[in-house]
């Protein structure tokens, strides 16, 4: 799972997406979008994330990283498609410094989709040439699963009102992927990570068929309450299990033989 310590191309594109994905935050600000009261913070998340991906190149999952926070940011980008539109359509409706909006807001979303495609590659680029001797996708389950039981735990005690049905079925599958992960063989994870992609990539894709686009997508499969954001993280999380179920690992032969004289 050592890389060396030179990021690929990818890897490095990945990186330098997050930055420009930054700089455009930056110039929205700095253009006086009201959309943004205060500093920022996330540019500052996505410089931090961009050097750590570049630092820990070593590990085949870093681009993963990237590839999270920034599919996250395009989510909530589309989630807010009618006021971002605006931005692009009638920029002089915005304001002063609505040249400034409009080129910060086209910036952003273009560096986000190159940090999506870019990070999604490089991860599948890295997994294919490690040795996958303890199996690639039974780490992607260890990671995914303690994210998934953690997040799940928390939102339980919370104390707020969550979706209980949806977090109860992460929890459910975050736990079941840590156990394969951590005990199972490498054929049993990948065939857990490709039925669970399948599972996920159809569920996100079936809310954005038949959700109500008056109701932000709301479909409801029988108690889960799901609408745009959750259906376009199911089909993400879909997507990277999907990768780690089906794309096979390279292995790394190592000569130890000797020459005689």
């Known amino acids: 799972m050592n890389l060396g310590t030179q990021p690929s191309t990818l890897t490095r594109l990945t990186a330098a997406g ?3 994905s930054a700089l455009a935050i930056w110039i929205q600000w700095l253009s006086g979008d009201p959309a943004y009261r205060g500093i920022p913070p996330g540019p500052i998340l996505f410089v931090l994330f961009a050097g750590i991906i570049v630092a820990a190149a070593r590990w085949w999952w870093s681009p993963m990283l990237g590839t999270l926070i920034s599919a996250l940011t395009t989510v909530g980008w589309f989630v807010r498609l009618p006021d971002e539109a605006l931005r692009l359509i009638h920029p002089t409706t915005i304001g002063r410094f609505a040249p400034g909006i409009f080129i910060g807001t086209l910036f952003l979303i273009l560096s986000l989709l190159v940090t999506d495609v870019a990070g999604l590659a490089a991860t599948i680029q890295n997994y294919r040439r490690t040795t996958d001797r ?3 996708a039974k780490i ?3 990671l995914l699963g303690m994210i998934f039981v953690l997040l799940g735990v928390m939102m339980l005690f919370r104390g707020t009102a969550v979706d209980q049905y949806h977090n109860l079925l992460h929890l459910t599958w975050g736990g079941a992927a840590l156990a394969l992960g951590l005990f199972g063989t490498k054929s049993a994870g990948k065939t857990f990570s490709a039925v669970s992609g399948v599972f996920y990539f159809a569920l996100g894709l079936m809310g954005v068929l ?3 686009p008056a109701m932000n ?5 029988g108690p889960l309450h799901l609408t745009t954001p959750d259906h376009l993280f199911h089909m993400i999380l879909g997507t990277v299990l999907l990768a780690a179920g ?3 690992g390279r292995h790394t032969l190592r000569s130890d033989t000797k020459t005689t004289a």
């Not at 997508?217 to 499969?221: D, E, K, L, T």
């Open 217 to 221: 997508r709301a479909w409801h499969p």
């Open 210 to 212: 038949f959700g109500d």
């Open 140 to 142: 992607i389950l260890i």
């Open 134 to 136: 303890t199996g690639g």
């Open 18 to 20: 997050l930055v420009c």
């Open 246 to 248: 089906f794309v096979p």
